[in-house]
C-alpha cells in the first residue's frame, strides 16, 4: 500500500533555515501536500504541488519535488520560532484519500 | 469566509458508550472527510462523503460510522466506544466537484478531543 516517511525531528536556530524531509512510495502520487499542527490544534493547510511541478515557492516557503526519487521538501527561510510545530507530508491520487507521514516536530532554538 | 468548525472540542466518555461529532464544513464545500489522530498510528483516514453520499471509506471496524445532510454538515458517530478510540478526530472539507480527485485541497477543522475512559 501506501506509505510516506518521515524523519521525526528537527531542530534549528531561529533565522537559519528549516528543511523537512519526506519519502513516498506510490509513484501514482498526483498531489503531494504540507500541513502544519500547533499543540491543541487542527491541521493548517501550508502548500501543495502537483506532480507535473518541480518547484514551487510561496513567500518563505519553498517546496522542491523529486519525482524520480519519490522526495519531497519543504524548506522554510528565515525560520521564526512560530513555526515551532509539527510538519506532516500527504500525498494522494485519483479518488484516493490522503495518506499522511508520521510528522516532523520543529525546533526553533532563539 | 468561515473555516471549518466541530463540536463539540472536548468529550469525555466511558467505555461502552457512544458518541457524535459534529462538523460544518467551509461554505460551498460538498465534501467532508474524517480522520482519527493518535500518537501510535498518526493520521488515519475514516469516511469521507459527498452529496449526503459516502464516497471512501478507510480501514475502521463498523462503530464508526458516519452521515451528511443536504447542508453537507456532517456527523460521525462512534458506538460502544472502547479505550483505543481515544483520539483527535478531524474533519475536513474540499470543495471538490464530483468525479474530481479527492485530493482536490482539503481543509482542516481544529479537531474533536474524544477521551474514553
Known amino acids: 500500500g501506501e506509505d510516506v516517511e518521515q524523519s521525526l525531528f528537527l531542530s534549528v536556530r531561529e533565522g537559519d533555515s528549516s528543511v523537512i524531509n519526506c519519502t513516498y512510495t506510490d509513484s501514482s502520487s498526483t498531489y503531494l501536500y504540507w500541513y502544519k499542527q500547533e499543540p491543541g490544534a487542527g491541521l493548517q493547510l501550508l502548500t501543495y504541488i502537483f506532480s507535473n511541478m518541480d518547484m514551487k515557492q510561496d513567500q518563505r516557503l519553498t517546496v522542491l519535488l523529486n519525482k524520480k526519487d519519490k522526495h519531497l521538501s519543504l524548506r522554510i527561510a528565515d525560520t521564526q520560532t512560530g513555526d515551532s510545530a509539527i510538519y506532516f507530508c500527504a500525498e494522494t491520487a485519483g479518488r484516493r484519500a490522503l495518506t499522511f507521514g508520521s510528522g516532523t516536530r520543529l525546533q526553533v532554538q532563539p | 469566509k468561515a473555516g471549518v468548525t466541530q463540536t463539540p472540542r472536548y468529550l469525555i466518555k466511558t467505555r461502552g458508550q457512544q458518541v457524535t461529532l459534529s462538523c460544518s464544513p467551509i461554505s460551498g464545500h460538498r465534501s467532508v472527510s474524517w480522520y482519527q489522530q493518535t500518537p501510535g498510528q498518526g493520521l488515519q483516514f475514516l469516511f469521507e462523503y459527498f452529496s449526503e453520499t459516502q464516497r471512501n471509506k478507510g480501514n475502521f471496524p463498523g462503530r464508526f460510522s458516519g452521515r451528511q445532510f443536504s447542508n453537507s454538515r456532517s456527523e460521525m458517530n462512534v458506538s460502544t466506544l472502547e479505550l483505543g478510540d481515544s483520539a483527535l478526530y478531524l474533519c475536513?472539507?474540499?470543495?471538490?466537484?464530483?468525479?474530481?480527485?479527492?485530493?482536490?485541497?482539503?481543509?482542516f477543522g481544529p479537531g474533536t478531543r474524544l477521551t474514553v475512559l
Open positions: 475536513a472539507s474540499s470543495p471538490r466537484l464530483a468525479g474530481g480527485p479527492l485530493g482536490d485541497t482539503q481543509y
